[in-house]
């Protein structure tokens, strides 16, 4: 184990998307893990960074899809409610978060397309890249 005076920049951005992780911030999780994938990355990534990018995109997703859920329920009983001011800034709201998922899901599926797919060779990493591609 290299001391914190030797951290190379690819420790120390996986270092900051286990903080990330903790601390719940996962689009700062998924910027961290990013820059590992897209731009410190040596071949492949090990076990635990494959990993952490999964962990950090299902996140910052998964939150959003949450968002999308509570803002389409609430949509729903406006619209029963006849309150179209209301769900105007509804659709509005509901747009931003749609694009927000979408942008994060082109993400993902660019870093694998172009940075992770092409450089692995091993069989394991190509499958887990697939799968995660089909995830999104």
């Known amino acids: 184990q ?3 005076q030797e951290m190379t920049a690819k420790e120390d951005a ?5 903080l990330a992780e903790q601390a719940e911030r996962y689009d700062e999780m998924v910027n961290a893990m990013k820059k590992v994938a897209c731009e410190l990355n040596e071949g492949e990534l090990g076990v635990e960074e494959r990993n952490l990018l999964s962990v950090a995109y299902k996140n ?4 959003r899809r949450a968002s999308w859920r ?12 006849n309150l179209d001011d209301h769900v105007v800034i ?11 998922l979408e942008a994060m899901c082109n993400s993902i599926l660019d870093v694998l397309k172009d ?19 089909g995830d999104y």
């Not at 996986?14 to 286990?18: E, L, R, S």
């Not at 509804?90 to 694009?99: Q, S, T, V």
Request: hydrophobic share 35%; proline share 2%; net charge positive.
């Open 90 to 100: 509804i659709k509005e709201y509901k747009k931003k978060i749609e694009d927000e």
């Open 70 to 81: 509570v803002i389409s329920s609430i949509e729903h009983k406006e619209v029963e409610k």
């Open 115 to 133: 940075h992770l797919l092409p450089s692995s060779a091993n069989d394991e990493a190509k499958i887990f890249y697939h799968k995660m591609a």
């Open 2 to 4: 290299s001391t914190n």
């Open 60 to 63: 910052a997703v998964g939150a």
């Open 14 to 18: 996986v270092y900051k998307a286990k």
